[in-house]
């Protein structure tokens, strides 16, 4: 079975600053995606990023990119430019050959100070 | 594009009740998955629909269920509600290939008591 970790509860920044939120997976798939979906105090998921795991790329989405290594098993998440709605709570998540099913880590609930 | 809808948005049963929830996708998407988050368990994964067919199931009892209409639509039902039901539930749809990205509803916010 496919794990998702996210080793920080909780994470904070100033405003403009860049943050960085890790997230490890384990997996024995060798076909897989990794997502970063960011949920606001709102509750609606919205999807932040998507890599696939065959692309050596980095995936970025304007001022979000991620670090993926993908033989350390570890797929980060850099938020430049730090944003007072970027505060939320995020989510990493794994999606291999199982249709349909996402796989969350625990979530990072980001503060962003003025 | 409208986004994915979920009615109702709250709904307060007691225990024993059974309930049904609604999730409408995204227009031209056909696969829609289900979600429980709670405080103590996280994210899970219920059931994932495609075409009317299920094609995925997590790990939940058998007082949850689900069903896709040919409109691609999808309700899921709780019989016997437990006061452990209580939760967000979260439908996504997406088009139904692998690894294709799932689009969230705002969820229904369900309290039993």
């Known amino acids: 079975a496919q794990t998702v970790t996210q080793s920080q509860p909780e994470m904070s920044v100033q405003e403009a600053e860049t943050v960085t939120l890790s997230c490890t997976y384990d997996t024995s798939e060798s076909d897989y995606y990794l997502f970063w979906y960011k949920q606001p105090p709102s509750r609606q998921m919205i999807l932040v990023i998507r890599?696939?795991?065959?692309?050596?790329q980095n995936a970025t989405e304007n001022r979000f990119s991620v670090n993926f290594q993908k033989a350390a098993k570890s797929f980060s998440l850099k938020i430049s430019d730090s944003q007072l709605g970027d505060a939320a709570m995020y989510f990493c998540a794994y999606s291999g050959t199982s249709y349909g099913k996402l796989t969350f880590g625990q979530g990072t609930i980001l503060t962003v100070h003025p | 594009k409208a986004g994915v809808t979920q009615t109702p948005r709250y709904l307060i049963k007691t225990r024993g009740q059974q309930v049904t929830l609604s999730c409408s996708p995204i227009s031209g998407h056909r696969s829609v998955s289900w979600y429980q988050q709670t405080p103590g368990q996280g994210l899970q994964f219920l059931f994932e629909?495609?075409?009317?067919?299920?094609?995925n199931k997590g790990n939940f009892p058998g007082r949850f269920s689900g069903r896709q209409f040919s409109n691609s639509r999808s309700e899921m039902n709780v019989s016997t509600l437990e006061l452990g039901d209580s939760a967000l539930y979260l439908c996504a749809s997406s088009y139904g290939g692998t690894g294709n990205e799932q689009y969230f509803g705002p969820g229904t916010r369900l309290t039993v008591t």
């Open positions: 629909y495609f075409s009317e067919t299920q094609r």
């Open positions: 890599q696939e795991a065959y692309k050596q």
